[in-house]
Each structure stands twice: as structure tokens, then as C-alpha cells.
């Protein structure tokens, strides 16, 4: 298998601008999350599915923000308009169920200017 | 609300040493603890998963152990090399992993 693929690994967008962040687990997994990464926060978890429903997205920072996974291989985060304080990397991961390994991505470096 | 601390937040060893990484969680109904490694602008890779009901997992030079009564994990690393050089984070599975801040290594010649 190929991995938990994310694209794209770079974005560069203007303040304002719509993004879409894009996201195919592993094949049989059944639970796909959703991270953001930087240097003053760490890794925080924005929102989780299992079997394509959102189990929990209080971690998602505004309404600009909104995740969907519309089938079992694929999923998106898409932020509008985005912000400056947006620019991190974006992970997605995947796990086959609940006491499973999670396997990562590659990351979106997402850079709003 | 689970929070994960990780000590020392970095490190920087000559190669050879042998290491520990430690890893703290407040509440103790987990599911498993998992390791990750991550090298600078790159994804996370798994190292090792301890269930809740083991006591320790290892894989190579690498040997992690968990307490969960005591909200604890330690992740050793015996006969360090510089290609260790990267951040180690541990992660708390409770149906989500709930990450530390990570202990950044670094292993010299």
C-alpha cells in the first residue's frame, strides 16, 4: 500500500482565498483524523471520522474551517476564507479501528499570505 | 481532559550512549500508546505501539514500556547513532491520539 497520501505538500494562497486540503487513507481503514502542526501549539487534533461519520470536531478553531469524507478513501479539510494564522502543516493519519496504529501522512505546508 | 508531557523537551548525546525518552499522561483509561518519530519538514513514522495491557514493546534498538496505572511510558534507545537525530513523540489512543510536545534528539559524531 501506499501510504496515507495528502496533496497537495504545498500551498501557498492569498488571505481570503478558499483552500482545499485533500486527504486518501489507507485502504481498510476505517478511521481517518485530521492534524495541524506548529511550532508554538504542537500537533492538535481539528476533527476525526470513523467509518466516514465526524465523531468529534471540537478541536476544528472556527467556522472557517469544515472537514467532510465523503466516501471511505478520501477526504477534505477546506478552510474559508483563510487566514495568516492558518499557515501550518496540515496531517492527515488513518487507522484501521479503535486500538490500532495510525499511520501519517506526508503533510500540507499551508502558507496564507 | 487528557493531557500528554513529554521530558526533556531536547536532547543532545554523543553517539554511543544509550537513551530515555519519558512520556506522562493524566488519565490512565487509554488504549494503547504509540511512538512516532519525526525528521525535520517530514510526516510522523511509527516506531512502536504498546497496547494497554502490555507492559512493554520492542523493535530493535528501541524498547518502550508502559505504566498506565502511573500515567507513564519511557521509550529507550540503546547504542545511539547520529541517523537517531530527529523528534520522538509519544501519543495516547483514547478512539483519538492526544500527542506530547515532543523531545527533539540530537546524536553527534
Known amino acids: 500500500d501506499a501510504g496515507v497520501i495528502q496533496s497537495p505538500r504545498h500551498e501557498v494562497t492569498e488571505m481570503g482565498q478558499e483552500v482545499t486540503l485533500r486527504c486518501k487513507p489507507i485502504?481498510?481503514?476505517?478511521?481517518l483524523f485530521w492534524y495541524r502542526q506548529t511550532m508554538m501549539r504542537g500537533l492538535e487534533l481539528l476533527i476525526y471520522?470513523?467509518?466516514?461519520?465526524?465523531?468529534?470536531d471540537s478541536g476544528m478553531p472556527e467556522d472557517r474551517f469544515s472537514a467532510k469524507m465523503p466516501n471511505a478513501s478520501f477526504s477534505t479539510l477546506k478552510i474559508q476564507p483563510s487566514e495568516p494564522r492558518d499557515s501550518a502543516v496540515y496531517f492527515c493519519?488513518?487507522?484501521?479501528?479503535?486500538?490500532?496504529?495510525?499511520?501519517f501522512g506526508q503533510g500540507t505546508r499551508l502558507t496564507v499570505v | 481532559k487528557q493531557e500528554v508531557t513529554q521530558i526533556p523537551a531536547a536532547l543532545s548525546v554523543p553517539e554511543g550512549e544509550n537513551l530515555v525518552l519519558n512520556c506522562s499522561f493524566t488519565?490512565?483509561?487509554?488504549?494503547?500508546l504509540q511512538w512516532f518519530r519525526q525528521d525535520p519538514g517530514k510526516g510522523l513514522t511509527s516506531l512502536l505501539l504498546?497496547?494497554?495491557?502490555?507492559r512493554e514493546q520492542t523493535s530493535g534498538r528501541l524498547n518502550a514500556s508502559l505504566d498506565k496505572s502511573s500515567g507513564r511510558s519511557t521509550l529507550y534507545i540503546a547504542a545511539s547513532q547520529p541517523g537517531d537525530s530527529a523528534t520522538y513523540l509519544c501519543?495516547?489512543?483514547?478512539?483519538?491520539?492526544?500527542f506530547g510536545t515532543g523531545t527533539r534528539l540530537q546524536v553527534f559524531p
Open positions: 493519519a488513518s487507522k484501521v479501528t479503535w486500538n490500532t496504529e495510525a499511520f
Open positions: 485502504s481498510g481503514h476505517n478511521s
Open positions: 471520522f470513523n467509518n466516514n461519520v465526524p465523531i468529534d
Open positions: 488519565d490512565s483509561a487509554i488504549y494503547n
Open positions: 504498546i497496547q494497554s495491557s502490555q
Open positions: 501519543a495516547v489512543d483514547t478512539d483519538k491520539l492526544i
